[in-house]
């Protein structure tokens, strides 16, 4: 029993703790671009409908977190007056400014992010994070900081996996919005709102 005992603290420390993001890079936008814009995700990701919902104003300014490719950030570009398309991936931020560039959508910014800091340039009137709240580490440091980069008013829309869907990552980094809006509220976000006809994520805003 004694042996037992003394041997409880090196088997809690050969367990390691359950990780709280899911890490993984995302540094070929060409390779991911054929996954995040395939025309066949549209019919789940149903963006326009998100942008409607989003009640995005022309005057206004969005942040797009863990832009990837673009898809959020070319669709928003002409409803507001600036995007800045930010991620952690050189690779992503440059496929997205030629994605732009491309289009003739002048009003997008690349931002190089890092995985702890969003390194927006100025408050904005809304961040999005469209499936990339799973990927962020030590969350409760990084959402207390990014209230600092929204303006008065200003709100958050995290878009996430939902659990038990048939698509998405590993079941242990798909959070219910139940449990994205209690670490939120630990750091001072309240929920204002939340949508639910996207079949596989779940859609929810917050404001400080
Ligand atoms: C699954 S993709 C989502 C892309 C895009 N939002 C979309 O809906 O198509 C996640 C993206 O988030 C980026 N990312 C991961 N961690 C990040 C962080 N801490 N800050 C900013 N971007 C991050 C990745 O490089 C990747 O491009």
């Keep these: 029993m004694k042996a037992f005992l003394f041997l409880l603290p090196l088997l809690a420390l050969a367990q390691p703790p359950a990780a709280d993001h899911m890490h993984r890079r995302f540094d070929d936008a060409e390779l991911w671009a054929k996954n995040f814009d395939d025309p066949a995700r549209d019919k789940w990701q149903l963006p326009s409908q998100v942008i409607t919902a989003l009640q995005l104003k022309p005057t206004q300014t969005v942040a797009d977190i863990g832009a990837g490719t673009g898809y959020f950030t070319v669709r928003l570009s002409p409803a507001v007056?600036?995007?800045?398309?930010?991620?952690?991936?050189?690779?992503?931020?440059?496929?997205?400014?030629?994605?732009?560039?491309k289009a003739g959508l002048k009003n997008v910014t690349g931002v190089?992010?890092?995985?702890?800091?969003?390194?927006?340039?100025e408050p904005v009137d809304l961040i999005l994070?469209?499936?990339?709240?799973?990927?962020?580490?030590?969350?409760e440091a990084y959402f207390r900081a990014l209230a600092g980069s929204l303006k008065k008013d200003g709100r958050l829309a995290i878009i996430d996996w939902l659990p038990g869907g048939p698509m998405g990552p590993p079941e242990a980094f798909r959070f219910s919005p139940e449990k994205i809006a209690a670490e939120l509220a630990k750091v001072g976000w309240k929920?204002?709102?939340?949508?639910?006809?996207?079949?596989?994520?779940s859609f929810t805003l917050y404001q400080r």
């Design 112 to 121: 190089v992010a890092k995985p702890d800091s969003a390194n927006i340039p």
């Design 81 to 101: 007056a600036r995007v800045f398309a930010v991620d952690i991936e050189e690779s992503m931020v440059n496929y997205t400014r030629h994605r732009a560039m």
């Design 191 to 201: 929920k204002v709102g939340q949508h639910t006809f996207l079949p596989n994520q």
């Design 129 to 139: 994070i469209v499936d990339t709240f799973h990927h962020i580490p030590a969350r």
